[in-house]
C-alpha cells in the first residue's frame, strides 16, 4: 500500500502529496473491501485537504469515494460540499469511454511537457515552479490542451493522451 509513503510525506509536512496518498490508499483500502479502513484514511485526508482547499485527489477520485466523502462532511462540512457538488458523476452513472481524436491542432513542446507533469499528478503551482512559469501561463497552456484534445477538465485531457498515444506509459 502507499502507508510508507504517507509516513514519509507526513514527516515532510507535505499536505497536498500526504492528501493524495491517502485518497488513494482510501480507494485501495475499498476495493479491498476494508470500509473501516478506508473511512480512516479519507478522514485524514479530508482533514488535512480542507484547510489549504486541497480539492484535485478528491475530484479525481471521484465517484469512487462519493458515498465514503458524504461520511466525512461533519469533519469539514463547506469542503466537502463543495467537493461533493464538483463531483463529475455519483455512484452508478456510466462513463462514456474517451474515443481519441486527433487534436485539432498538434501540441506544441510546452504543451506536452505541462501535459506530461499534470498526467505525473503534479499540481499547476508545481508545474510551474519546475518549468520556470508562472501559474496562469500553466493555466493557459491547460487551457489551450483541453481545447485541442476536445477535454473538458485535465482528467478527461490526459486520459485523451494517453488514449491517443501523446504521453509515454512510463509517466
Known amino acids: 500500500m502507499v502507508r510508507p509513503l504517507a509516513a514519509a510525506?507526513?514527516?515532510?509536512?507535505?499536505?497536498?502529496?500526504?492528501?493524495?496518498?491517502?485518497?488513494?490508499?482510501?480507494?485501495?483500502?475499498?476495493?479491498?473491501?476494508?470500509?473501516?479502513?478506508?473511512?480512516?484514511?479519507?478522514?485524514?485526508?479530508?482533514?488535512?485537504?480542507?484547510?489549504?482547499?486541497?480539492?484535485?485527489p478528491f475530484l479525481d477520485a471521484a465517484p469512487a469515494l462519493s458515498e465514503l466523502l458524504r461520511e466525512m462532511r461533519d469533519r469539514?462540512?463547506?469542503?466537502?460540499?463543495?467537493?461533493?457538488?464538483?463531483?463529475?458523476?455519483?455512484?452508478?452513472?456510466?462513463?462514456?469511454?474517451?474515443?481519441?481524436?486527433?487534436?485539432?491542432?498538434?501540441?506544441?513542446?510546452?504543451?506536452?511537457?505541462?501535459?506530461a507533469l499534470a498526467a505525473a499528478g503534479r499540481s499547476n503551482p508545481e508545474i510551474a515552479e519546475q518549468l520556470v512559469l508562472t501559474v496562469g501561463t500553466v493555466k493557459t497552456h491547460m487551457h489551450n490542451i483541453y481545447r485541442k484534445l476536445g477535454a473538458r477538465n485535465r482528467v478527461e485531457a490526459i486520459a485523451a493522451a494517453r488514449a491517443g498515444g501523446l504521453l509515454d506509459d512510463a509517466i
Request: charged share 25%.
Open 9 to 56: 510525506l507526513r514527516a515532510a509536512a507535505r499536505a497536498g502529496r500526504l492528501a493524495s496518498a491517502l485518497v488513494v490508499q482510501a480507494m485501495a483500502e475499498q476495493e479491498l473491501r476494508d470500509g473501516a479502513a478506508a473511512r480512516v484514511s479519507l478522514a485524514e485526508a479530508v482533514e488535512l485537504a480542507a484547510p489549504e482547499n486541497i480539492r484535485r
Open 76 to 115: 469539514a462540512p463547506e469542503f466537502v460540499d463543495q467537493l461533493l457538488e464538483n463531483t463529475p458523476l455519483q455512484p452508478g452513472q456510466i462513463v462514456a469511454p474517451i474515443v481519441p481524436t486527433p487534436p485539432t491542432e498538434p501540441l506544441t513542446e510546452r504543451e506536452r511537457e505541462v501535459l
